[in-house]
């Protein structure tokens, strides 16, 4: 069944049988609509079509041949399984998938970027203008190499700069361990503290809330007044997630919350907290109307404006000066970022 798959190969392809080591280059037959027998039958008929001349003059290069149309020809019979590869730099070629729109276990489609030698023998103008590396660092994701948090197996960590519209661009960074299957990640800023704090007040009022993205840094804190519920800065960590993961997660860290568990605990306690929960889920499902409230001291938050560039009547941001205490704890008091240099050398 799968030499009847249909086939568009482009006069640009090129296609491979790796297990024969057996190539069709690029430009070398006319672009066709076939099956994968029908290449195989087009591959065996320009053999064949020299080979009387070629037993006259060179009758070893001739067995070798006939030797290797004996090998295509068994393949149309299917006695082991092969591979069939088509490589179109211009994207134009096709493998019929007969179980579409399902998934083809089968068939592999994978897309590339074209080197500027396939662009060149495309015909197509190349930009002599050079990369900005800070572009391409943007669609990149970088991959380094660390220990697993959890069984501490080395593992790799993903890490990709993404822009966030009308907010600024962030770190997403992603720890997958093949061990014991642990999975993290985590969002850095990816700019400077901010002049002022930022402190913002989302009415939640129906259901569509939970799907506004949210960026919590590691240095906000969260607040639901109707729960009496604060959430201080560092908990969690830095998050990129919609408003429905960052209530789950809470929920989640309560309900697994040590002192909630086992034989220490009171069951007063225990009916307390899961009465929390319940509430949270009443929130997420959008039964109960609340107020969410991010304040980040270093304004490195963000909270999606659905009716962006315009005001949402439900979101207020507001921005204030730090306190002391604040800038304390970022550790701004101490910092200092001009005339270092030459209190340094006067200092030796």
């Given at each position: 069944?799968?030499?009847?798959?249909?086939?568009?190969?482009?006069?640009?392809?090129?296609?491979?049988?790796?297990?024969?080591?057996?190539?069709?280059?690029?430009?070398?037959?006319?672009?066709?609509?076939?099956?994968?027998?029908?290449?195989?039958d087009?591959?065996?008929?320009?053999?064949?079509?020299?080979?009387?001349?070629?037993?006259?003059?060179?009758?070893?290069?001739?067995?070798?041949?006939?030797?290797?149309?004996?090998?295509?020809?068994?393949?149309?019979?299917?006695?082991?399984?092969?591979?069939?590869?088509?490589?179109?730099?211009?994207?134009?070629?096709?493998?019929?998938?007969?179980?579409?729109?399902?998934?083809?276990?089968?068939?592999a489609?994978?897309?590339?970027?074209?080197?500027?030698?396939?662009?060149?023998?495309?015909?197509?103008?190349?930009?002599?203008?050079?990369?900005?590396?800070?572009?391409?660092?943007?669609?990149?994701?970088?991959?380094?190499?660390?220990?697993?948090?959890e069984?501490?197996?080395?593992?790799?960590?993903?890490?990709?700069?993404?822009?966030?519209?009308?907010?600024?661009?962030?770190?997403?960074?992603?720890?997958?361990?093949?061990?014991?299957?642990?999975?993290?990640?985590?969002?850095?800023?990816?700019?400077?503290?901010e002049?002022?704090?930022?402190?913002?007040?989302?009415?939640?009022?129906?259901?569509?809330?939970?799907?506004?993205?949210?960026?919590?840094?590691?240095?906000?804190?969260?607040?639901i007044p109707?729960?009496?519920?604060?959430?201080?800065?560092?908990?969690l960590?830095?998050?990129?997630?919609?408003?429905?993961?960052?209530?789950?997660?809470?929920?989640?860290?309560?309900?697994?919350?040590?002192?909630?568990?086992?034989?220490?605990?009171?069951?007063?306690?225990?009916?307390?907290?899961?009465?929390?929960?319940?509430?949270l889920?009443?929130?997420?499902?959008?039964?109960?109307?609340?107020?969410?409230?991010?304040?980040?001291?270093?304004?490195?938050?963000?909270?999606?404006?659905?009716?962006?560039?315009?005001?949402?009547?439900?979101?207020?941001?507001?921005?204030?000066?730090?306190?002391?205490?604040?800038?304390?704890?970022?550790?701004?008091?101490?910092?200092?970022?001009?005339?270092?240099?030459?209190?340094?050398?006067?200092?030796?």
């Open positions: 069944q799968d030499m009847n798959r249909e086939v568009v190969k482009t006069d640009c392809a090129t296609a491979r049988i790796p297990e024969l080591d057996f190539e069709i280059p690029a430009f070398t037959q006319k672009g066709v609509l076939t099956t994968i027998e029908g290449i195989i087009r591959a065996v008929a320009g053999l064949e079509q020299d080979q009387p001349v070629r037993r006259a003059t060179d009758e070893e290069v001739a067995s070798k041949i006939d030797e290797f149309i004996g090998k295509l020809k068994q393949l149309k019979e299917v006695r082991s399984s092969f591979t069939f590869i088509i490589d179109d730099p211009s994207g134009n070629s096709f493998v019929e998938n007969p179980h579409a729109p399902r998934k083809d276990d089968a068939l489609v994978t897309r590339y970027r074209r080197t500027p030698q396939q662009a060149a023998l495309l015909g197509l103008e190349l930009d002599e203008k050079p990369a900005d590396p800070a572009e391409d660092l943007r669609n990149e994701v970088l991959q380094f190499n660390t220990n697993c948090p069984c501490n197996a080395p593992a790799n960590t993903n890490m990709k700069l993404v822009q966030i519209p009308h907010f600024k661009e962030v770190i997403i960074m992603a720890t997958n361990c093949d061990s014991c299957g642990h999975r993290t990640n985590e969002v850095k800023s990816g700019g400077a503290i002049p002022q704090g930022t402190r913002i007040t989302l009415r939640i009022t129906d259901p569509s809330d939970m799907t506004r993205d949210i960026l919590k840094s590691e240095t906000c804190s969260v607040e109707e729960l009496e519920f604060e959430l201080g800065m560092g908990v960590g830095g998050k990129f997630t919609t408003l429905e993961g960052l209530l789950k997660d809470i929920a989640d860290l309560v309900e697994r919350n040590p002192f909630t568990l086992g034989d220490s605990s009171r069951p007063s306690k225990t009916e307390k907290l899961r009465e929390f929960v319940g509430k889920h009443e929130i997420v499902e959008g039964k109960t109307k609340a107020h969410f409230i991010m304040d980040d001291p270093a304004g490195n938050s963000y909270l999606q404006n659905v009716y962006a560039p315009e005001e949402d009547p439900e979101l207020k941001v507001e921005r204030y000066e730090r306190t002391f205490e604040q800038n304390e704890d970022l550790g701004l008091n101490d910092m200092k970022t001009e005339g270092y240099e030459s209190e340094g050398a006067s200092g030796r």
